[in-house]
């Protein structure tokens, strides 16, 4: 579903920021990318979105892919409902689906807030109207920037087991930037630790072997 072959991209004449990024992933998979700030995570999410061409190299997303964005901070219009907050994407499309919406609430946990003002919502319950406005489109892949980190950790327990939930019934292909390895090991089929504009390795989250 998301495919890059040996990218290289930098910033206008700058120095390049990727230097030879190749990755894969399939329908349903979650990738998690760790690395030290600055190393490029959330350049190769802008160019898995297309949102930057490559100087170098290919991205290539299924036939039509629908990509959905979520960011650290919500982005949420002070001056809509919820319910039109997340309406938003679909009236965009010239779509717009009233059960979706209702739909997505409900599968972010939140179906009781549709007519709420984003002011009145916490930080969580922000955080998953934006996991909502991301999902209404039917997304077959889902680029994750970071999303939870300014949250406290038992919500961000919450959202993850959430996640882990719309990865299995939403099926999106996936790639979570974190600099939580924890989150990185609770979440992701694969992680791939990145150094400075490069891949370094790939972990496998499982069971210690020799637990059983
Ligand atoms: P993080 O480590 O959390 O990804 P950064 O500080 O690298 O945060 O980047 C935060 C935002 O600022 C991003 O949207 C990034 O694209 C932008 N940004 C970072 N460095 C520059 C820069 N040198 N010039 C312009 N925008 C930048
Ligand atoms: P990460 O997400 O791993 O923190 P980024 O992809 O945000 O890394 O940034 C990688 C490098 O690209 C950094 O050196 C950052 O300063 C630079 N950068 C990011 N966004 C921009 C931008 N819009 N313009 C110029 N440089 C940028």
Partial sequence: MIRVDNVRFGYGNAALVLDGVSLSVAPGEMVALVGPSGCGKSTLLRLVAGLEVPSAG???RGEGAETGFVFQSPALLPWKKVRANVALPLELAGKPDTAAVQACL??????????RYPASLSGGQAMRV?????LVTAPDILLFDEPFAALDEIIRFHLNDLI????????FASLFVTHSLYEAAYLADRILVMGKGRFLGQVVPGIDPALG
């Avoid at 939140?110 to 007519?115: A, K, M, N, T, V």
């Avoid at 882990?164 to 099926?171: N, P, Q, T």
């Fill in 58 to 60: 290919s991205v290539t």
């Fill in 106 to 115: 409900d599968a972010a946990g939140i179906g009781d807030l549709g007519d």
């Fill in 130 to 134: 934006s996991i909502a406005r991301a």
């Fill in 164 to 171: 882990l939930g719309l990865k299995v019934s939403r099926k």
